[in-house]
């Protein structure tokens, strides 16, 4: 089983939908997690970052950590066509600053 | 400051051949990494440095060469190429601010091997 998994989709939502990305976990030896966006033909970029259990708010963007459960989230508020891109989320705490990564979920709002 | 820059943007080659990938850095970390992505694969470790004159393997050594030249500069190698090393190529090097430790990534290499 990999460390990160996460539904690779696509998603297709109308611009205005509220989104909603999960990944799950395997490993508890780790303390923080990360969401990546990344648009086509681009590197990616971090867009959240958390280590702790719970929400985590910027803007239209909340990130959700369940320890409990394993459970890593990312919701989008009143989504816009500039939200399409690839998210991967990627959790944290390796040695020498190594991270893993979900395989990424493509995202496209349409107009 | 650039953070992370990469060379070429793009590369054809034939089977067989040989090339280097260049990644270079301005944010003063010691650590380097290499990673490929491929479709429905996500982001998979290829090698990393942890300092200046160490390397080691990450998930998918195989085919590859590494090369930390100094502590600015991380370059990957084919030495010879093959059509399943048809992939797009990040380099990242750590970004700290304060209690958060990140990864902060170039812009990227397409290879294409025919």
């Not at chain 2, 820059?5 to 067989?16: A, D, E, R």
């Not at chain 2, 700290?96 to 290499?109: A, D, I, L, V």
Request: proline share 5%; aromatic share 12%.
């Amino acid at each position: 089983q990999k460390e990160v998994e996460q539904d690779p989709g696509p998603l297709s939502v109308p611009e205005g939908a509220i989104v909603s990305l999960n990944c799950t976990y395997s490993n508890s030896a780790f303390q923080y997690f990360m969401w990546y966006r990344q648009y086509s033909r681009k590197g990616p970029e971090l867009l959240m970052y958390t280590y702790s259990s719970g929400n985590k708010e910027d803007g239209r963007f909340t990130a959700q950590v369940d320890k409990s459960s394993k459970y890593i989230s990312l919701f989008i508020r009143d989504s816009q066509p500039s939200d399409s891109a690839t998210y991967l989320c990627a959790k944290g705490g390796g040695s020498n600053y190594k991270l893993t990564f979900g395989k990424g979920t493509l995202l496209t709002v349409n107009p | 400051n650039a953070g992370v820059t990469q060379t070429p943007k793009f590369q054809v080659l034939k089977t067989g051949q040989s090339m280097t990938l260049q990644c270079a850095q301005d944010m003063n970390h010691n650590s380097m990494y290499w990673y490929r992505q491929d479709p429905g694969m996500g982001l998979r470790l290829i090698y990393y440095s942890a300092s200046e004159g160490t390397t080691d393997k990450g998930e998918v050594p195989n085919g590859y060469n590494v090369s930390r030249l100094n502590k600015r500069e991380f370059s990957l190698r084919l030495e010879s190429a093959a059509p399943s090393q048809t992939s797009v190529y990040f380099c990242a090097t750590p970004r700290t601010s304060g209690n958060q430790e990140t990864q902060y990534f170039g812009p990227g290499t397409r290879l294409l091997v025919l």
